[in-house]
């Protein structure tokens, strides 16, 4: 009797072993038309234009002097008047920041005798009111300005237009693959897969600007178009 349930149990789990594999082994890699599933992969791209809704001007003051402290001092006090300049012309307070300090000596021709020191300080001034980036710069230049960076042209949202931009990739990317389809004697299916290739952040515009003694006007100030691009990579089915 313990030598038949032995057997026994060792059949039933063979039977199970072959049920569950039976599947597996009727599975056909071809369809019913003896073709193999087919897809086509393609990628789509569109370009986001926008024009830049804020603009960080880095501006400051260089002085010189014998000793370091008073480079320092005078430094300080010419660079308060332009910072209280920028703020009179419209930009807040947040949007003030210290960019840099400096200070180092200067030496004789020689290259030896320290003959005096010279101080930088310079500020990013963040303006949101495009139309008003040449008086800030003419202020500043008033109050004592006489160092620039330049300005960046950025914007304060920085996924705008993207999702617009995706669905003109994806619609590129159809008319490509709509093109390569036709070329195999097949039609496009249900979309597999779609992947988001990229969506950068915009890149800062530069543009530099000279500062000098203010001879009055604020001057001009052209704005640029940023462009960012946006790609996916989608695959279709072929029928």
Known sequence: MKGTTKWGIAGLVLGLVVALTLPSIAQDPEDADGVADRTVTVSGTATISSDPDEATVTLGVVTNALTAEAAMRDNAKRMEGVIAAVRRSGVAADDVATAWVNLYPRYDDAGITIVGYTAENQVNATVRDMDSIGEVIDAAIEAGANLSSGIAFGLSDESQGVEAALADAVADARSKAEALAAATSAQLG?????????????????????VAESVGGAPPIETPTIERQVSVSVTWALV
């Open 190 to 210: 249900v979309v597999v897969q779609v992947v988001e290739s990229g969506t950068p952040s915009p890149s800062p515009m530069y543009r530099d600007y000279a």
